[in-house]
């Protein structure tokens, strides 16, 4: 407007400022299709093939659109634009990356249990978190484990061990990126507790606990310990400025701001708890301080599943096809391993509990119960044998996880705006044969089966 | 007068034929499985085939054999029939009450694993269901001579019975980076030809005199130098594997390799001494690469026998099949992965006359799983050990839900 009514006023400049016009617009429109280019030239297009979404209805020959470190779409009717890089998948099944939802994963196994005191909640397992490749070898920055990527895990949740009643806090984090920080989707994301034997049998003679009684007795002192340090911080904050002059500010407690976070619902709580009475005995202790609980490992736990229905408590389960437990590592060994069924997971699912299947690996907390990362899709395939629909077992792995971890607005599923964490297979999942062929993390190809 | 003779011998035939049907028809081991795809362990798979067991045994298999009226015919149309599993390297049954390892004796050829043989545990009955019928169970690898082993099979009444072969399958273990193991090992085969040539010396002469002292470890180790038992050696590192070889080479035993880890990095020279390797349990051992996992494959391919194990406890016994469909998985050709769980066992243990495969004349240990015997969804239906029904998974699934 501003040019045309310039024009006007100006006649003799007429023919020149036509033309300038026509250039501008002409500039515009090149440029216009500069950035669409080069827009599109980031855009990867996985084209054909299975997508197994995890959230919505399984797409055959489908399209999924990444652009940057993000899916953009993913349907059967997606045009791929222009210039965008185009992966063909034809004959090959899609779906999100693994999510791990109990691992060690990166952590040394001298970093896993700090036996100096049974109760350590300002423990950060993200602190021993050594995504870095072997010691003093490698190029520099993060080193891509081929290992777990050749698994498609690419979402692990790391935890520090189970030889204490309060570990610690776990961390949710990628198994590759940039940087350290670019690892971490979300920390701390969880409190570790353990509720069994293993805590007995950790520390020196006549130190306790040695009695589950003890152990439950110390999650509730310090629970409660917690309770009065949260009701001190907040009448201190809620003095006026005069007031607080006149008082001391109470102390930070690093231990007990961990459990505050617990007792405020930031994080639930992750209590590792194997024997009925265990379980049961997490339950009561989380409705006396209303927490949020997970369940560990639970190996009865198919014997209330009623009780974890009702309360929406879900279960975080170890491999079936390593469940070596001695009598050296647990009192209760022979009643765990009489108690221990293939088919929990498909009880528990069947009876509406969310359960997520986890490797419980690559650390010493629990050597007998824990498999490889790398083999976590075929435990799941395991677990269909034993009456967990293919479904189920694939949601085990990947949206139910992440939902537990509080992880599913990034990963878990193939949909718009999440992380594009997609793996690549030759075959259908769940199968012995099937190999992941490619597995992409942010939108970048991180690896090439064979390469 | 005649016919009624004719008509009363008539009568009395049909009368023997109807107690002799009665009684295979009321013997337990007697059975025709039919309609199923037949893995014999040896050969091509049978398609749509029958196995007919009589009195516990193979009595034959094919498309069209001859099934003897009032047999029980069981109907397994579509599902897969493979040999009962055998494991090569179990610790099931000595395992428990910490009864595995006798720490204090580094070398004692003399304990014997029947002795520390706990039968009652429920480990033997998830074996079965696992479709695991004969194990290789001995004492632990804490030791260097840990003892003698026991072959058996994983189900039935009579002790007796059940037992293939006890005694010798002499267990060592050599631990990496330990200089005295082989020595001390090497020491134990020179005192055993001294103690054989004493012996020797003792019994060829007039016997007079008092004889030489009775040593039952040396004893154990005499049937070793023999030929009569095989070392079942412990190892995992290439180079322990090579000096081992070199006491083979020198002292002329039958050897296998049990866990053989690094066998694949010398197959060549495992394969040119005929030793045997009982591979690693695959599933999950915290820190096996891929390249370990692959392994077997190599080894298979230089013509090394081999024969996958659970080292029960470290992988519980029952699943057996899923570490020989694992290493399916990191190159082995299928058939090859079946053997390595049924034949192959057998023949290292010498108990190839009796089980490890579907033939004529053998033990009715058989298997009958409802899907490709190697995938993961695959699951077992039922076992029969010695033609005895020892598992029918309808029958448990059912008590399952009535627990609900």
């Known amino acids: 407007m501003i040019i045309k009514i310039r024009l006007e006023r100006n006649s003799d400049l007429n023919f020149l400022a036509k033309s300038m016009k026509l250039m501008a617009v002409w500039l515009a429109t090149i440029l216009v299709l500069i950035l669409t280019y080069a827009q599109s030239k980031s855009i990867i297009a996985i084209k054909g093939g299975t997508i197994l979404t995890m959230t919505g209805k399984t797409i055959q020959n489908g399209i999924i659109l990444i652009q940057g470190e993000r899916i953009k779409a993913v349907g059967e009717n997606v045009k791929i634009p222009r ?20 691992t060690y994963y990166g952590i040394r196994p001298f970093d896993l249990n700090d036996t100096s005191h049974p109760v350590t909640p300002q423990n950060r397992i993200i602190q021993a978190f050594y995504p870095f490749g072997d010691f003093m070898r490698g190029k520099g920055g993060i080193s891509p484990d081929r290992e777990i990527l050749s698994g498609g895990v ?7 061990g189970d030889r204490q009643v309060i570990g610690g806090q776990g961390a949710v984090v990628k198994t590759y990126g940039k940087s350290f920080d670019g690892l971490i989707l979300r920390e701390p994301a969880a409190i570790d507790i353990t509720i069994g034997d293993p805590p007995k049998m950790a520390f020196e003679e006549n130190k306790s606990p040695v009695t589950r009684m003890s152990i439950a007795a110390l999650l509730r002192k310090n629970l409660i310990k917690a309770q009065e340090y949260d009701r001190s911080l907040s009448s201190y904050a809620n003095k006026s400025e005069e007031e607080k ?56 736990a198919y014997k209330i599943k009623n009780l974890l229905a009702k309360k929406k408590i879900p279960v975080i389960l170890g491999p079936i096809s390593h469940p070596f437990i001695t009598g050296d590592e647990v009192n209760s060994a022979p009643e765990l391993m009489s108690l221990m069924d293939e088919r929990n997971a498909a009880q528990l699912s069947k009876e509406g509990v969310k359960i997520a299947i986890a490797s419980f690996g690559m650390g010493s907390g629990r050597l007998g119960r824990a498999i490889q990362g790398k083999l976590l899709l075929l435990e799941a395939g395991l677990a269909t044998g034993f009456g967990l629909p293919d479904e189920e077992a694939l949601k085990a792995v990947t949206i139910y996880p992440a939902e537990i971890l509080g992880v599913d607005d990034r990963v878990g599923s193939i949909e718009p705006d999440k992380d594009a964490d997609i793996i690549i297979l030759d075959g259908p999942p769940l199968k012995i044969k099937t190999w ?9 190809l991180v690896y090439t089966k064979g390469d | 007068m005649r016919s009624l003779k004719l008509f009363f011998q008539l009568i009395l035939a049909l009368l023997f034929i109807f107690i002799v049907q009665n009684s295979f028809a009321e013997s337990q081991d007697s059975f025709a499985l039919q309609g199923a795809t037949i893995y014999t362990a040896k050969g091509a798979p049978l398609q749509n085939a029958t196995v007919l067991v009589e009195n516990g045994k193979i009595k034959s298999i094919g498309k069209n054999i001859r099934i003897p009226h009032a047999i029980k015919i069981i109907d397994v149309k579509g599902k897969v029939i493979i040999p009962g599993l055998i494991d090569n390297h179990s610790h099931l049954g000595v395992f428990d009450s910490g009864d595995a390892n006798e720490f204090p004796q580094p070398i004692g ?19 079965v269901k696992g479709g695991v019928t004969t194990i290789v169970t001995g004492p632990g690898s804490g030791e260097r001579i840990s003892g003698q082993s026991i072959i058996i099979k994983t189900f039935g009444d009579d002790l007796d019975k059940r037992i293939l072969k006890e005694g010798g399958e002499v267990k060592m273990a050599v631990n990496a980076k330990n200089l005295s193991h082989i020595p001390s090992i090497q020491n134990t085969f020179i005192k055993t030809r001294e103690y054989m040539k004493n012996w020797g010396k003792y019994e060829s002469g007039d016997k007079k005199g008092p004889p030489p002292r009775r040593d039952l470890g040396l004893e154990a180790m005499v049937r070793v130098l023999k030929g009569e038992e095989r070392v079942r050696c412990h190892i995992h590192f290439a180079n322990d594997m090579v000096t081992f070889l070199k006491l083979k080479d020198e002292f002329g035993f039958d050897l296998t390799f049990e866990h053989s880890s690094e066998a694949y990095k010398i197959a060549d020279e495992i394969a040119k001494r005929n030793v045997g390797c009982v591979c690693l349990p695959l599933i999950t051992r915290v820190g096996v690469t891929d390249e370990i996992l692959r392994g077997n494959a190599i080894l298979h391919k230089a013509g090394v026998k081999i024969a996958m194990h659970t080292d029960h406890p470290i992988v519980q016994q029952k699943w057996l099949r899923l570490c020989a469909s694992l290493s399916m998985r990191y190159g082995l050709p299928e058939d090859a992965a079946l053997r390595s769980i049924t034949i192959n066992p057998a023949e290292m243990a010498k108990i190839d006359d009796r089980v490890g495969s579907i033939e004529k004349g053998k033990d009715a240990d058989l298997i009958v799983l409802n899907g490709p015997w190697y995938e993961l969804k695959t699951r077992v239906d039922m076992v029969f050990v010695d ?18």
């Open chain 1, 83 to 102: 210039g965008a890089k185009v992966v063909n998948a034809s004959g090959k099944y899609i779906m999100p990356g693994i999510v791990d939802a109990m």
């Open chain 1, 436 to 444: 992941v062929e490619m597995v992409f993390m942010n939108g970048k």
């Open chain 1, 154 to 160: 690419t979402t692990v949740y790391i935890a520090p």
């Open chain 1, 245 to 300: 002059k006149k008082v001391e500010k109470p102390k930070r407690d690093l231990n007990l701001e961990a459990l505050i976070r617990l007792l405020h619902k930031d994080i639930p709580a992750r209590v590792e708890a194997d024997l009925v009475d265990d379980i049961r005995t997490a339950i009561r202790i989380s409705d006396e301080f209303d927490f949020n609980l997970i369940i560990d490992s639970g190996i009865g």
């Open chain 2, 109 to 127: 050829p003399e304990n014997r694993a029947l002795d520390a043989l706990h039968l009652e545990v429920p480990d033997w009955m998830e074996a």
């Open chain 2, 387 to 404: 033609g005895i029904l020892a598992y029918d998974r309808m029958k448990e699934e059912k008590s399952f839900e009535e627990i609900d």
